[in-house]
């Protein structure tokens, strides 16, 4: 993966976008650190759905993930503890 500083990227933007569609993701630096990755869309839209959702995207969702069995209450006794009444 090639690094461009982020004034190359700006500069060279359409340079940048052949790059990635040729050879793949390209890493944008900014003072050094690493700060953001320019990858195809269909890379993008693959890893988007391989990815597993948040749990706040689960706890907002519409549908059920699974069944969650819950058994009746009172069903079954307490044993009863020696010396407590």
Known sequence: ?????VQDAKARFSEMLETCMREGPQLVTK????????????DWRRLRQAAKPTLKELLLSDSARGD???RPRGG????????LT
């Open 76 to 83: 079954s006794r307490r044993r009863k503890v020696a010396g």
């Open 1 to 5: 993966m090639r690094s461009w500083p």
């Open 68 to 70: 969650l069995e819950v």
């Open 31 to 42: 003072r050094g650190a690493e700060a953001a990755v320019l990858v195809p869309a269909a």
